[in-house]
């Protein structure tokens, strides 16, 4: 358990960056536009895992409820 409000993201929207750190890739705009939707990674520290979702917290870039993540097959 956490001792409150945690941002948390799919297990599978996880990446491991060239020095091994943990980032995500966050959507910026509409993802209905297919290839031409932009992108942008945030570097995060993870943290409790469960149910599917891992605890994150930005450490370089931004990241806030509601952002939309890519999330790999």
Not at 22 to 38: C, F, I, L, Q
Not at 49 to 60: C, F, I, L
Request: charged share 25%.
């Amino acid at each position: 358990a956490t001792e409150g409000e945690v941002l948390s993201v799919p297990y599978a929207a996880l990446t491991a960056g060239p020095g091994g750190e943990s980032r995500v890739e966050v959507v910026m705009g509409d993802p209905r536009d297919g290839d031409e939707a932009e992108t942008r990674i945030v570097t995060v520290e993870t943290g409790l895992a469960s149910g599917g979702y891992v605890e994150v917290s930005p450490t370089d870039g931004e990241l806030q409820e509601g952002d939309l993540v890519v999330v790999g097959s």
